[in-house]
């Protein structure tokens, strides 16, 4: 075989707008493709928006109603948040959903001492759910503070592509335990949706219709479909009758109850679980789950302008995409949700599976949550897909956003040392804390943090739980004091410097200026 030349090489160069998008941020498909598109990205939704209820409104003492009306009111929120995020916050098309960093503090909340000994079930449900809607809405001013005083675009302005890699890749290789430990539960329906999936929109993306690749846009759609039928079959046929309760739970299409237990219409308001009440504990601890979904979410943020095709969120649209996370969580404790917001990562996700990174589809979507959610029955029929479903459409989604996370290599030298030392100790310890934490938890049922001040534990364990949290503490304290002055360029900082302020591109103002010329009166720094 004859010797390649160095000039002969195929040289890619890096690029800040990730390429081969059919639609991006400002770009739309026809009403058609984005209405099928949205109502995609709201079923995928509904994982998160039904797993959080389903396993935290038991412990508070709720019943199936509860739960139903729960799910009913995090998928009406999520549906407001997402509206507000992509029309006045970062601008990016991201769903504003649920959040599994607040289920530690949430818990500190249930065990609570005053509220367990309540023996009526459903009244420890109503104190239980309003202790939490008060934390939640005084810790929500941590972000709403961070975010429109712009204190969070000031410590942005630290974060380079390099330090930016373990985090953006952990937002995705952090939910692991999501993925096949999940799918395992019901390998027979999990490893089919998983192969089906990854057949359709990757093999057979050519297949048009109309000129439409539609395996590629709509290919979760189709999997979900044949999958649960096949499940449903199964459920019918009694092929789970006589095996155990955690398989069932994980198989059978007919055991959320959610379908039999909603109401055909029912309208959240808020505070429709009564007044709520404050406690300066249960407060400090959901803090620390606030400073982890801020965390998450600019990893998030930085993943989904990368598959939207857009250029990297300049510091001050950063921080005003965090202060509208911030009102999201305020709503979050008026209504009642039993959880706060961040990004879905599993949406950002299927923007890169669909190469559809429309803004428009993400409003559409938000459109859909809101009406399934006062629908009450026909939303409950989606939200009743087995949870097995969705964790093999994770193992591909939350593999993406880690890809791109590792695509922030290509702005820096990797054959420095230095950058090897940073991106390596950062990765593993952001997989090794949390896994430590977690086993703690599991074994010992409470945290390596135990004293008797509970939102400490709360805050210790809820902060070192989350690997893109330890991964960014760990990256950005290494890489802007380990010999900083010698390794400017190999950070990797002149690629993203003329994305610190909004005016530093002339793309910035395309992607991110308000929309009904609001510029004028919040101008942009």
């Given at each position: 075989?004859?010797?390649?030349?160095?000039?002969?090489?195929?040289?890619?160069?890096?690029?800040?707008?990730?390429?081969?998008?059919?639609?991006?941020?400002?770009?739309?498909p026809s009403w058609g493709e984005a209405i099928g598109l949205g109502f995609q990205h709201y079923i995928l939704s509904l994982g998160t928006a039904v797993m959080i209820p389903t396993m935290l409104v038991p412990l508070m003492g709720g019943n199936d109603h509860d739960k139903a009306k729960v799910v009913q009111t995090l998928l009406f929120v999520?549906?407001?948040?997402?509206?507000?995020?992509?029309?006045?916050?970062?601008?990016?098309?991201?769903?504003?959903?649920?959040?599994?960093?607040?289920?530690?503090?949430?818990?500190?909340?249930?065990?609570?001492?005053?509220?367990?000994?309540?023996?009526?079930?459903?009244?420890?449900?109503?104190?239980?759910?309003?202790?939490?809607?008060?934390?939640?809405?005084?810790?929500?001013?941590?972000?709403?503070?961070?975010?429109?005083?712009?204190?969070?675009?000031?410590?942005?302005?630290?974060?380079?592509?390099?330090?930016?890699?373990?985090?953006?890749?952990?937002?995705?290789?952090?939910?692991?335990?999501?993925?096949?430990?999940?799918?395992?539960?019901?390998?027979?329906?999990?490893?089919?949706?998983?192969?089906?999936?990854?057949?359709?929109?990757?093999?057979?993306?050519?297949?048009?219709?109309?000129?439409?690749?539609?395996?590629?846009?709509?290919?979760?759609?189709?999997?979900?479909?044949?999958?649960?039928?096949?499940?449903?079959?199964?459920?019918?046929?009694?092929?789970?009758?006589?095996?155990?309760?955690?398989?069932?739970?994980?198989?059978?299409?007919?055991?959320?109850?959610?379908?039999?237990?909603?109401?055909?219409?029912?309208?959240?308001?808020?505070?429709?679980?009564?007044?709520?009440?404050?406690?300066?504990?249960?407060?400090?601890?959901?803090?620390?789950?606030?400073?982890?979904?801020?965390?998450?979410?600019?990893?998030?943020?930085?993943?989904?302008?990368?598959?939207?095709?857009?250029?990297?969120?300049?510091?001050?649209?950063?921080?005003?995409?965090?202060?509208?996370?911030?009102?999201?969580?305020?709503?979050?404790?008026?209504?009642?949700?039993?959880?706060?917001?961040?990004?879905?990562?599993?949406?950002?996700?299927?923007?890169?599976?669909?190469?559809?990174?429309?803004?428009?589809?993400?409003?559409?979507?938000?459109?859909?949550?809101?009406?399934?959610?006062?629908?009450?029955?026909?939303?409950?029929?989606?939200?009743?897909?087995?949870?097995?479903?969705?964790?093999?459409?994770?193992?591909?989604?939350?593999?993406?956003?880690?890809?791109?996370?590792?695509?922030?290599?290509?702005?820096?030298?990797?054959?420095?040392?230095?950058?090897?030392?940073?991106?390596?100790?950062?990765?593993?310890?952001?997989?090794?804390?949390?896994?430590?934490?977690?086993?703690?938890?599991?074994?010992?049922?409470?945290?390596?943090?135990?004293?008797?001040?509970?939102?400490?534990?709360?805050?210790?364990?809820?902060?070192?739980?989350?690997?893109?949290?330890?991964?960014?503490?760990?990256?950005?304290?290494?890489?802007?004091?380990?010999?900083?002055?010698?390794?400017?360029?190999?950070?990797?900082?002149?690629?993203?410097?003329?994305?610190?302020?909004?005016?530093?591109?002339?793309?910035?103002?395309?992607?991110?200026?308000?929309?009904?010329?609001?510029?004028?009166?919040?101008?942009?720094?």
């Amino acid at each position: 075989m004859a010797e390649v030349k160095p000039e002969e090489m195929v040289h890619h160069p890096p690029m800040d707008q990730l390429q081969g998008f059919e639609y991006c941020i400002d770009s739309n498909p026809s009403w058609g493709e984005a209405i099928g598109l949205g109502f995609q990205h709201y079923i995928l939704s509904l994982g998160t928006a039904v797993m959080i209820p389903t396993m935290l409104v038991p412990l508070m003492g709720g019943n199936d109603h509860d739960k139903a009306k729960v799910v009913q009111t995090l998928l009406f929120v999520t549906g407001i948040k997402t509206l507000l995020q992509t029309l006045f916050g970062t601008r990016l098309p991201t769903v504003i959903g649920g959040s599994y960093a607040y289920v530690v503090p949430v818990l500190s909340i249930i065990h609570d001492r005053s509220l367990a000994q309540i023996a009526d079930g459903h009244t420890r449900f109503l104190q239980t759910m309003r202790a939490t809607q008060g934390a939640l809405i005084v810790s929500s001013s941590i972000q709403i503070i961070l975010g429109y005083s712009q204190l969070w675009a000031i410590c942005s302005r630290f974060f380079s592509p390099l330090g930016m890699v373990p985090v953006v890749s952990l937002v995705g290789l952090g939910l692991f335990e999501r993925g096949f430990p999940v799918v395992a539960s019901c390998v027979e329906i999990g490893l089919l949706m998983l192969i089906l999936f990854v057949v359709f929109s990757q093999y057979l993306k050519h297949v048009h219709v109309r000129h439409v690749p539609i395996l590629e846009r709509f290919s979760l759609l189709v999997c979900i479909a044949l999958v649960w039928v096949y499940a449903h079959i199964l459920t019918a046929g009694g092929a789970y009758h006589h095996t155990a309760l955690h398989t069932q739970i994980s198989c059978r299409t007919d055991r959320s109850n959610l379908i039999s237990s909603a109401l055909w219409i029912s309208i959240p308001y808020p505070l429709q679980w009564g007044a709520p009440t404050f406690n300066a504990d249960h407060a400090f601890g959901m803090m620390a789950a606030v400073m982890v979904s801020l965390i998450e979410s600019t990893g998030a943020f930085k993943a989904a302008a990368r598959l939207a095709s857009a250029t990297p969120p300049p510091a001050y649209v950063l921080s005003r995409g965090i202060g509208w996370q911030g009102i999201g969580t305020l709503l979050d404790g008026l209504f009642g949700t039993a959880t706060g917001s961040t990004v879905s990562v599993e949406n950002v996700g299927l923007l890169g599976s669909t190469r559809i990174g429309s803004r428009r589809v993400i409003q559409i979507s938000a459109g859909f949550m809101i009406f399934f959610s006062i629908l009450g029955k026909f939303g409950a029929l989606f939200a009743s897909i087995p949870f097995t479903i969705f964790a093999a459409i994770y193992c591909v989604m939350f593999g993406i956003i880690a890809a791109v996370g590792l695509s922030f290599l290509q702005f820096t030298n990797m054959n420095s040392m230095r950058n090897l030392f940073i991106v390596g100790v950062s990765l593993f310890l952001g997989l090794s804390i949390p896994e430590y934490f977690s086993r703690y938890l599991t074994g010992a049922q409470n945290g390596p943090a135990h004293t008797k001040a509970g939102w400490f534990n709360d805050y210790i364990n809820t902060i070192f739980a989350s690997p893109p949290t330890v991964a960014l503490i760990i990256a950005v304290v290494l890489d802007n004091t380990l010999d900083v002055r010698d390794a400017a360029k190999d950070r990797g900082m002149q690629w993203w410097e003329r994305f610190r302020t909004f005016r530093g591109d002339s793309r910035n103002e395309e992607f991110y200026t308000l929309p009904f010329n609001l510029n004028r009166f919040f101008p942009p720094s």
